[in-house]
């Protein structure tokens, strides 16, 4: 695979990225992927308890990488987290190479992330967040599709539509992610302009992932439909097909605001559905890559088969 932007500012030898799975991206699954070749991303939430302290998590999580990997790996901020602050403040004292940031206005941190010599990567869902973010002195941008799991933009526009114009309408290096599984997904993404990678639920189902194993195998059990996209009156969130987001999405379409959803919702849904298994009162977060994702392997043969799957599909391109 050849070498891109991406792996020369992150320092990785394949520019493949691991998402930042909110309850899910702990320090042993970075490390894996770190050690595997590419950027492995720490959540502050991963693991924690419902009620719990990001910052004391995410302090017990970089020690442990620390420990387990040599190599860069990165930390998934949130910008809406109550805690925002004191964590940019503790991911400085730690010396953390790398910062994605999402979910707010990318010129709160970056300049101060900068100044401690960090790379800071934003996650952006449309042209005018990818400018803005340009504007703002980020590194990269991560580029995400309405085909991701999880949270996603209002625009909810596709992936193959999306990638393209971010590269023509900024000059910084441009990561895909979403709907994106096997090495196919990553040429096609470098063939839209994309000089990396991220992928978020094919490194759920895998073994250092300390998600549920009854969460790895709907995954693995799901096919090209079962997927959805709910919560579009708070922000649009793709998941699982479950009775949980059946509930949900009769919820808004009878015409439930936005009091109603949170309500039934609850607190850290997305915690009891992945790290719990409650998989019919908890939400269920998997992307639209779900029915390519087949079996459970070791994070290392994950970024393996990415690579030699790149690799084979370039070659049928080469005359």
């Known amino acids: 695979m050849k070498r891109t932007r991406v792996s020369d500012l992150l320092g990785i030898r394949y520019p493949i990225l691991q998402g930042g799975m909110l309850w899910l991206a702990d320090a042993g ?6 050690n595997a070749g590419g950027l492995g991303v720490i959540s502050p939430m991963a693991g924690m308890e419902p ?29 809406d ?10 991911l400085l004292s730690f010396e953390a190479p790398v910062v994605v940031t999402a979910a707010g206005d990318p010129r709160l941190f970056t300049e101060l992330l900068h100044s401690g010599g960090v790379r800071v990567l934003h996650v952006v869902g449309s042209v005018k967040h990818a400018r803005v973010a340009e504007a703002a002195g980020v590194d990269a941008v991560v580029a995400v599709g309405i085909e991701a799991a999880a949270r996603s933009g209002f625009d909810e526009v596709p992936l193959f539509s999306l990638v393209p114009q971010v590269v023509d309408a900024i000059k910084i290096p441009v990561v895909a992610a979403g709907g994106i599984a096997d090495g196919r997904g990553l040429a096609a993404a470098f063939a839209l302009g994309a000089e990396g ?15 549920h194993p009854a969460y790895k195998q709907a995954i693995v059990n799901a ?14 969130t793709r998941s699982l097909k ?35 298994g ?23 043969e994950v970024i393996q088969r990415l690579v030699d799957g790149y690799d084979a599909v370039v070659r049928t391109l080469i005359p």
């Open 51 to 79: 009620q719990g302290d990001p910052v004391e998590n995410l302090t017990v999580q970089l020690s442990r990488v620390k420990e387990l990997t040599r190599a860069p790996f990165g930390v998934n901020v949130p910008l």
């Open 278 to 300: 409650d998989l019919e009162g908890g939400e269920a977060y998997a992307g639209s890559s779900a029915g390519l994702v087949t079996d459970i392997p070791t994070a290392a």
């Open 242 to 276: 479950t009775e949980y987001s059946k509930i949900l999405l009769e919820l808004e379409t009878g015409g439930a605001d936005g009091d109603a959803i949170r309500e039934f919702m609850g607190h850290a849904a997305s915690r009891r559905g992945g790290l719990e």
């Open 223 to 236: 096919g090209d439909t079962d997927t959805v996209v709910t919560n579009r009156r708070l922000i649009p």
């Open 29 to 34: 699954l970075a490390a894996a992927v770190s």
């Open 197 to 211: 990678a991220q992928l978020g639920t094919r490194f759920v189902a895998v073994k250092e992932c300390i998600a």
């Open 81 to 90: 987290l109550r805690d925002c602050g004191l964590i940019m403040d503790l």
